[in-house]
């Protein structure tokens, strides 16, 4: 593919059989080549994109290490068919395990035909360290999709065992990204701009609402070359500030053009690493761009309303203070308050040698609630005078999680159909995960259902995740799974999509809470085996003794 763009084709077929395994053939309308080149082609250190020493410092094509086809050569039958716009006829040359078997003059059509069969069929051994069909299709597919990222005016297509599995027309650049990385990114999209120092960035940035559990979002180019660059990514989180909710990840396809002389992109044989002369420049400049257009897509379109008075008695601030529900006139919060549903029969509580007593009375439901700060963390006081914080999300987190796992992997009864089903669209490999995860999924209560290529579609939910958008956590479930890949026991996989169901469907930070609700919480918070940790290992509550307080004020020495 990169020596098809680099000889400007416009339209590049990829033809597949068995993953890969009995054949890969690349057919493109470039400039192709007459015999002499045809021949050149396959020896090895050859190459027509280098024409002088200084070249090699200044490198303006996707590839010239004059290795690929050589070594492809060596493991495999290739043939190549190619003719320039000056020649009559074309060229076919024939190998097999890097020897010549053929050159003969053919009809044939301005381009390059590259055909690879039997790979590894002269080392078999190698052959076995081959993944199934549907994991090396998967890394072929998501291997063309970036690479129809960084080209958006030429049309890709993908034809697995005689049937189409992806056509990529060209178009513009947004429609691309929307095309490749699924329907969520659909309007979400903004667009990233800026110069600095020689450099340039181009691309678009989604909103911090379309996020990821992953990294696999973020698709970065230099000089329309793909790569993976700490700097970037660290300046990309960076220009997103605290938007971005803790271990999640944004979705963006940034393009960099840079002088050719400042940029090495011989430092791994893959060319996905780059070097840069000036990376400092280079962080200021992504971070900067992604900034103003992230803050520029969240200006509000309308002038603030005027704060509201505030009660008689009550501080202006984030503090809420107990005993005072909201009124029936309080503006909505961002997330709506809902109701915490009472859990299955509470489990006895733990005995004192596995869980030590947290206060005299060892009991949350026990404390005094002082009020909410932030929104997001109770405020309660023990017996002993002592300030215990909780995080309400952690903790919700902890109690939905116990319920799930003392369901144990029975179907839940209390599942609702979704009045209008989602969609989620995935690339090949996260489909193909997706795919294996359908069963387990129902056992939770999640229905899904194929929904033509790619795409699935979600009709049904446990009453818990109710209220949620399903998509993002259909996505959190595939990038997690296939990160962690898929055991044969498939224990570990099932326990992850539990924690994540506790967490997409707990209480949220800065989500107001009532004093019932408040009150519900803890008591749900007793019955729980381990109350002092969320799923995920973070603390559920922090303690302060008076005297530390009193020491901060200087109360006390």
Same mark, same amino acid.
């Given at each position: 593919?990169?020596?098809?763009?680099?000889?400007?084709?416009?339209?590049?077929?990829?033809?597949?059989?068995?993953?890969?395994?009995?054949?890969?053939?690349?057919?493109?309308?470039?400039?192709?080549?007459?015999?002499?080149?045809?021949?050149?082609?396959?020896?090895? #250190?050859?190459?027509?994109?280098?024409?002088?020493?200084?070249?090699?410092?200044?490198?303006?094509?996707?590839?010239?290490?004059?290795?690929?086809?050589?070594?492809?050569?060596?493991?495999?039958?290739?043939?190549?068919?190619?003719?320039?716009?000056?020649?009559?006829?074309?060229?076919?040359?024939?190998?097999?395990?890097?020897? $010549?078997?053929?050159? !003969?003059?053919?009809?044939?059509?301005?381009?390059?035909?590259?055909?690879?069969?039997?790979?590894?069929?002269?080392?078999?051994?190698?052959?076995?360290?081959?993944?199934?069909?549907?994991?090396?299709?998967?890394?072929?597919?998501?291997?063309?999709?970036?690479?129809?990222?960084?080209?958006?005016?030429? +049309?890709?297509?993908?034809?697995?065992?005689?049937?189409?599995?992806?056509?990529?027309?060209?178009?513009?650049?947004?429609?691309?990204?929307?095309?490749?990385?699924?329907?969520?990114?659909?309007?979400?999209?903004?667009?990233?701009?800026?110069?600095?120092?020689?450099?340039?960035?181009?691309? #678009?940035? *989604?909103?911090?609402?379309?996020?990821?559990?992953?990294?696999?979002?973020?698709?970065? /180019?230099?000089?329309?070359?793909?790569?993976?660059?700490?700097?970037?990514?660290?300046?990309?989180?960076?220009? #997103?500030?605290?938007?971005?909710?803790?271990?999640?990840?944004?979705?963006?396809?940034?393009?960099?053009?840079?002088?050719?002389?400042?940029?090495?992109?011989?430092?791994?044989? +893959?060319?996905?690493?780059?070097?840069?002369?000036?990376?400092?420049?280079?962080?200021?400049?992504?971070?900067?761009?992604?900034?103003?257009? $992230?803050?520029?897509?969240?200006?509000?379109?309308?002038?603030?309303?005027?704060?509201?008075?505030?009660?008689?008695?009550?501080?202006?601030?984030?503090?809420?203070?107990?005993?005072?529900?909201?009124?029936?006139?309080?503006?909505?919060?961002?997330?709506?308050?809902?109701?915490?549903?009472?859990?299955?029969?509470?489990?006895?509580?733990?005995?004192?040698?596995?869980?030590?007593?947290?206060?005299?009375?060892?009991?949350?439901?026990?404390?005094?609630?002082?009020?909410?700060?932030?929104?997001?963390?109770?405020?309660?006081?023990?017996?002993?005078?002592?300030?215990?914080? $909780?995080?309400?999300?952690?903790?919700?987190?902890?109690?939905?999680?116990?319920?799930?796992?003392?369901?144990?992997?029975?179907?839940?009864?209390?599942?609702?159909?979704?009045?209008?089903?989602?969609?989620?669209?995935?690339? /090949?490999?996260?489909?193909?995960?997706?795919?294996?995860?359908?069963?387990?999924?129902?056992?939770?209560?999640?229905?899904?259902?194929?929904?033509?290529?790619? !795409? /699935?579609?979600?009709?049904?939910?446990?009453?818990?995740?109710?209220?949620?958008?399903?998509?993002?956590?259909?996505?959190?479930?595939?990038?997690?799974?296939?990160?962690?890949?898929?055991?044969?026991?498939?224990?570990? +996989?099932?326990?992850?999509?539990?924690?994540?169901?506790?967490?997409?469907?707990?209480?949220?930070?800065?989500?107001?809470? !009532?004093?019932?609700?408040?009150? *519900?919480?803890?008591?749900?918070?007793?019955?729980?085996?381990?109350?002092?940790?969320?799923?995920?290992?973070?603390?559920?509550?922090?303690?302060?003794?008076? !005297?530390?307080?009193?020491?901060?004020?200087?109360?006390?020495?």
């Amino acid at each position: 593919m990169e020596n098809a763009l680099d000889a400007g084709a416009t339209r590049i077929l990829i033809e597949l059989k068995k993953a890969g395994k009995v054949q890969i053939r690349i057919t493109d309308n470039g400039i192709g080549m007459n015999r002499d080149d045809c021949l050149l082609a396959v020896e090895r #250190y050859a190459t027509s994109k280098l024409l002088a020493d200084e070249d090699l410092f200044n490198i303006r094509t996707l590839g010239f290490r004059g290795e690929a086809l050589p070594s492809i050569a060596s493991i495999c039958r290739l043939t190549i068919e190619s003719r320039d716009k000056d020649s009559e006829a074309g060229t076919q040359i024939r190998m097999a395990g890097g020897k $010549i078997q053929g050159v !003969t003059e053919i009809g044939a059509p301005v381009g390059t035909q590259v055909s690879v069969q039997d790979l590894f069929f002269n080392t078999p051994a190698r052959r076995k360290f081959m993944k199934s069909d549907a994991t090396e299709l998967g890394h072929i597919a998501d291997g063309v999709a970036r690479t129809a990222l960084a080209w958006p005016g030429v +049309t890709f297509r993908i034809d697995h065992n005689g049937r189409t599995l992806k056509n990529w027309p060209a178009t513009e650049p947004e429609a691309r990204i929307s095309d490749v990385l699924g329907g969520q990114t659909r309007g979400a999209l903004h667009p990233v701009r800026g110069a600095a120092g020689g450099l340039s960035i181009a691309g #678009y940035a *989604a909103s911090a609402s379309v996020t990821r559990g992953t990294s696999q979002g973020i698709h970065l /180019f230099v000089n329309h070359r793909f790569i993976r660059d700490r700097t970037i990514q660290h300046a990309l989180m960076a220009g #997103y500030g605290n938007r971005l909710m803790r271990g999640r990840f944004p979705v963006a396809v940034l393009f960099l053009t840079a002088p050719f002389e400042q940029v090495d992109v011989n430092v791994h044989p +893959t060319k996905h690493e780059v070097r840069f002369a000036d990376p400092r420049t280079l962080h200021q400049l992504v971070q900067t761009a992604v900034q103003q257009a $992230i803050e520029t897509a969240e200006k509000p379109k309308w002038a603030p309303a005027p704060p509201a008075p505030a009660s008689v008695g009550e501080a202006p601030g984030c503090f809420t203070a107990a005993g005072t529900d909201p009124p029936e006139t309080a503006l909505p919060q961002p997330l709506p308050a809902r109701p915490l549903e009472p859990l299955p029969e509470p489990a006895p509580p733990p005995p004192e040698q596995t869980q030590p007593p947290l206060w005299q009375e060892g009991r949350f439901s026990g404390l005094r609630v002082i009020g909410q700060f932030h929104d997001t963390y109770i405020l309660c006081e023990t017996p002993e005078k002592a300030l215990v914080l $909780i995080d309400q999300h952690a903790a919700h987190e902890r109690i939905r999680y116990e319920a799930l796992c003392r369901e144990g992997q029975g179907r839940p009864g209390d599942i609702q159909r979704l009045l209008l089903p989602e969609t989620v669209e995935l690339g /090949f490999e996260e489909a193909h995960v997706l795919q294996r995860l359908l069963e387990d999924l129902d056992r939770l209560g999640i229905e899904i259902a194929p929904f033509g290529g790619n !795409t /699935f579609v979600i009709t049904a939910a446990p009453a818990m995740l109710s209220g949620r958008q399903m998509a993002p956590f259909i996505l959190d479930i595939v990038e997690k799974t296939a990160r962690l890949g898929i055991p044969s026991d498939t224990g570990n +996989t099932f326990d992850e999509v539990r924690k994540l169901m506790a967490c997409h469907s707990a209480i949220r930070a800065n989500q107001r809470l !009532t004093d019932r609700e408040i009150q *519900a919480l803890l008591t749900q918070l007793d019955a729980c085996e381990d109350p002092s940790h969320c799923p995920h290992g973070r603390p559920t509550w922090i303690r302060y003794e008076l !005297t530390e307080i009193e020491k901060l004020f200087r109360r006390i020495l």
